[in-house]
């Protein structure tokens, strides 16, 4: 394309009309450093190298026709930091790269960096965790902080990304707590709240945030390493934890932001190419985020961004998997594009995410990655709602109830039975095979399990509570579709407030609400032996992990039953539930795996003949041939 590019304002489409593929951000090599900026529409670009005081400049230069900025530094640049000034309609921004793969304090600079160095002990012996299907994965979510900042556990690093590598940790009962307690449990991946850059807390004295406010789609955040001011500290030690779980053969799932940004009018992507990278509506700024912005995905250098930032993760950090927040504000082409290009790199990698909006958006329904819209999705599967409302009442509602506790009448059961199937038999079904639905009964957002339950159940005694929990678990490990479980879940977690209610919304309340409280794993040693058990026996016996919708209708039916009575056939297994708070009295014949106080993928003990399952039971019977 010759001659310059003009200096009035670009529209977004001429601006995509301008898209370039080449590389971008700051290019290293020993002898020397390409900086590349995509902004056509700016009248000057300087890049400003801080290896001298007062820093240099050096002034880049129009290249492909214009389409993009680029300047050559001679010598080795391996740590030096820098920011980009860029002149639009005669004001001059300064600003970090947003192609950059490394930053100091607070994001504030991108670094040039020698990626190789980052590479932590045996990093050349870490591959990414195998699965057949994603149904065979059974994932635990997890905030980087909740993770050790519990002072009853022995975590050296706490807070911090490397104490997902530490062993031999215990609980003050002397129970091992961490990893090693992990390996134990047999989740095959954990998910990790956003561990990549976001504006929300001052890295040199981090105070608690989720991290969905994001900053920097491709660099680790600092407040999470042991030194947020060197930019390869942070990215070492994030591959020393996906190095760690790799070791013990689980997976590492990133949770990533790209509806919205922390900063709007002020952030990196504005001040390179105003007016782009944003949807606006008649308002101004969209707003389907409801964080103030929401992200242009449709854009082609949006898009370019974004498939982007998800290879570099997927290739430098060797993750297993990610979860897309607010996945309906992505379209469709782009999740797909995603897609397709991440499984060039691991067929075997692991895609889901939100299939809703956090509010109105001017992106049209049909190009939305909603769950209405699955179908459309290479591969990539959404958050069950259905399976989470129907099992345990509505999350809008505190003390609404579902299938668990206490509205187990005809229409919740029958709900339920679609719900366990991983809701692919319905007619009007938004997935058509389980390896697009992820079943949940909670997360880091709304309250947690255990919270749920006794809001909703203000009459019950702990022992019904235990019961509604052990049901609930029974139901999300036997499903269809891949099980995904909050951390702590499995040891009644709760996020209570000094008033005596609980936290629903804790994104940013201290590490006093959110932290996992590991001396939990004693206190509620049955009911993690129970959880540990199912999930052994769903690993175990393939006929929980079916792979498409026939192979489901082929092997589950729901035989009659009294009302208040959940009855299913699994292959061999039979499963009765008794949520109605009613016996059910019946025959049967084999070897049970699971009741009300124990699971296992081995047989428990036998029955032959008459039982009676109690109120707020289960069992699990696998059948004699």
Not at 23 to 36: D, N
């Amino acid at each position: 394309m010759p001659g310059s590019i003009s200096s009035k304002p670009l529209t977004p489409e001429a601006l995509d009309a301008l898209a370039y593929d080449g590389p971008l951000g700051a290019s290293y090599a020993k002898e020397r450093t390409v900086f590349r900026v995509w902004s056509p529409g700016a009248e000057a670009v300087r890049v400003r190298l801080f290896d001298t005081v007062p820093p240099r400049t050096v002034p880049l230069a129009r290249a492909d026709g214009g389409r993009v900025w680029e300047a050559t530094v001679t010598g080795d640049l391996d740590g030096v930091y820098y920011t980009y000034v860029l002149t639009h309609d005669g004001k001059e921004t300064e600003t970090p790269d947003i192609w950059a793969d490394a930053c100091g304090l607070n994001g504030q600079r991108s670094m040039v960096l020698d990626l190789s160095r980052t590479d932590p002990p045996g990093w050349d012996k870490t591959r990414p965790v195998r699965l057949a299907h994603p149904v065979d994965a059974v994932i635990w979510e997890v905030h980087v902080r909740d993770f050790s900042m519990d002072e009853a556990a022995g975590f050296v690093h706490r807070g911090k990304l490397l104490a997902f590598g530490e062993t031999g940790v215990t609980n003050t009962a002397g129970d091992l707590v961490g990893m090693d307690y992990l390996a134990s449990l047999g989740v095959t991946h954990i998910h990790l709240l956003p561990v990549t850059d976001f504006a929300s807390v001052d890295e040199a004295a981090p105070t608690y945030n989720w991290g969905y406010d994001p900053q920097h789609y491709r660099i680790p955040e600092g407040s999470y390493a042991t030194d947020p001011e060197d930019g390869a500290v942070r990215i070492r030690e994030l591959k020393a934890l996906v190095a760690a779980a790799h070791r013990r053969g689980i997976g590492v799932v990133l949770d990533v932001v790209f509806n919205h940004t922390f900063l709007r009018a002020e952030s990196a992507f504005e001040a390179t190419v105003p007016g782009y990278f944003y949807r606006r509506d008649e308002d101004g700024w969209a707003n389907g985020s409801g964080c103030g912005n929401e992200i242009a995905t449709e854009r082609i250098m949006m898009r370019r961004h974004i498939v982007d930032a998800v290879c570099h993760l997927a290739r430098t950090y060797r993750v297993d998997g990610f979860r897309f927040d607010l996945m309906g504000l992505i379209d469709i082409e782009t999740m797909n594009e995603c897609a397709r290009t991440l499984r060039q790199i691991d067929p075997d990698i692991l895609l889901y995410g939100e299939g809703w909006t956090g509010g109105l958006s001017p992106l049209s329904e049909e190009r939305r990655a909603v769950k209405g819209n699955t179908r459309q999705l290479d591969g990539i599967a959404c958050f069950s709602d259905d399976f989470r409302d129907t099992a345990k009442g509505s999350v809008f509602l505190d003390t609404a109830q579902g299938f668990v506790n206490g509205a187990a009448d005809a229409d919740c059961i029958r709900a339920m039975q679609e719900a366990f199937c991983g809701g692919v038999l319905r007619e009007d079904a938004w997935a058509d095979a389980p390896g697009q639905v992820v079943n949940y009964l909670a997360c880091h957002d709304d309250l947690t399990l255990h919270d749920k339950l006794v809001l909703s159940m203000p009459d019950a005694d702990p022992e019904r509570i235990a019961r509604a929990e052990r049901m609930a678990a029974a139901l999300l490990l036997l499903a269809q579709g891949t099980p995904f479980l909050m951390a702590g879940q499995e040891m009644m977690r709760s996020k209570p407030l000094p008033d005596g209610s609980f936290d629903h919304n804790s994104y940013r309340s201290p590490d006093s609400v959110n932290a996992i409280r590991w001396d939990g794993l004693t206190a509620h040693r049955g009911l993690v032996a129970y959880y540990r058990g199912l999930i052994a026996l769903r690993r175990r016996f393939a006929v929980f992990r079916l792979r498409d919708a026939e192979a489901i209708r082929e092997a589950v039916t729901f035989p009659e039953a009294p009302e208040g009575v959940f009855a299913a056939k699994v292959g061999a297994f039979t499963i009765l539930m008794t949520p109605g708070g009613t016996p059910y009295p019946t025959a049967l014949h084999g070897a049970v795996y699971a009741d009300s106080e124990h699971a296992s993928d081995r047989p428990l003990y036998p029955i032959d003949g008459a039982v009676t399952v109690p109120p707020y039971s289960v069992l699990i019977l696998r059948e004699d041939r």
